[in-house]
């Protein structure tokens, strides 16, 4: 059981705020590597499955939010090969109607469709997922089980994520990619050139995310994290980014989605409009996929009576 090897395509962004700034932009398109298993979560998945496959489980069980790519993906991925998947679900408030929930929650909704079953815990009692008690009463309740971490991201996460850059791509000088669990850029890191610097951009607030990242990548240099674009933290977006997202797509026909790739793009078009990067660089930016993402901040934008995402 192993998701198929990919190469995603590059494609050169042609984008007015950068038009003759000396420095290339590129994006690599791993929102294309399959229709619902987007992006990293395909990287992260692969090896994950190989290993529910080894230790014969018939059951992923996982964590997010009500809103999360990785729940959606998991979804997917399960019902893709057979298998059997849990969410659970941080926000308990959540299934008080559960069913005017999955209805008018676009991500909980496609899960469902999927086959997934739902927990839904308190926040409170969320912050307790790694606990090994709280496994075991997760255990108890489900039996045995495949457990994947929040947002995918374990050893096996960054194997996969390993295979983003290829041959190929040690032309390009840097390397971009947006930041949620760490498990994608430490994946790149690990597989970088010696003359190539990563730069990830955090979708959320604080400095946590660096000790993450150390526990799994093989060498300390060549990267760093620029924590100055998470637009208020994760899921925060403001009207100057969904207007440069809608304009960006508007110009280049590329969506991006607004928690994790909008925001890294944003970042890396304003580093290079302030001279950041010295001319004749070449970038590389990874697009993460997480698309689905956008039809749930639409329906926030919408009730707050905000442009939306085009």
């Not at 927990?119 to 997760?138: C, D, G, H, M, N």
């Not at 971490?149 to 996969?160: I, L």
């Not at 300390?220 to 207007?243: D, R």
Request: overall charge positive.
């Amino acid at each position: 059981m192993l998701l198929e090897n990919k190469n995603s395509r590059i494609q050169q962004i042609h984008f007015s705020e950068i038009e003759n700034s000396g420095v290339s932009l590129f994006i690599k398109r791993e929102d294309e590597l399959h229709p619902f298993i987007s992006g990293n979560k395909y990287r992260k998945l692969k090896y994950n499955l190989a290993e529910a496959a080894k230790q014969q489980k018939s059951t992923l069980l996982t964590f997010g939010g009500a809103y999360s790519n990785h729940i959606a993906a998991t979804a997917a991925a399960g019902f893709s090969y057979n298998l059997k998947t849990i969410g659970i679900i941080r926000g308990d408030e959540l299934a008080n109607n559960l069913a005017e929930t999955v209805q008018n929650n676009p991500t909980l909704k496609f899960a469902s469709e999927h086959n997934m079953q739902f927990e839904f815990v308190s926040r409170e009692a969320y912050r307790e997922k790694t606990t090994p008690e709280f496994i075991k009463k997760l255990k108890e309740k489900f039996g045995d089980f495949y457990l994947v971490p929040e947002g995918g991201t374990n050893n096996f996460a960054v194997k996969g994520c390993e295979e983003i850059l290829t041959l190929g791509d040690e032309k390009y000088d840097i390397i971009c990619c947006a930041v949620g669990t760490g498990g994608t850029i430490s994946g790149i890191i690990n597989s970088l050139n010696r003359h190539q610097k990563a730069i990830g951009f955090p979708a959320l607030k604080g400095d946590f995310l660096q000790h993450e990242i150390n526990n799994y990548i093989l060498k300390s240099e060549n990267w760093s994290l620029n924590t100055n674009y998470h637009f208020g933290g994760y899921a925060k977006v403001s009207e100057e980014l969904i207007t440069f997202i809608n304009k960006f797509k508007s110009e280049t026909k590329i969506p991006l989605d607004p928690v994790y790739t909008g925001k890294m793009m944003f970042g890396i078009v304003d580093l290079i409009k302030n001279d950041f990067f010295k001319k004749g660089t070449k970038i590389l930016a990874i697009h993460t996929g997480g698309l689905q993402g956008i039809d749930g901040m639409n329906l926030f934008l919408k009730k707050k009576n905000l442009a939306q995402i085009a």
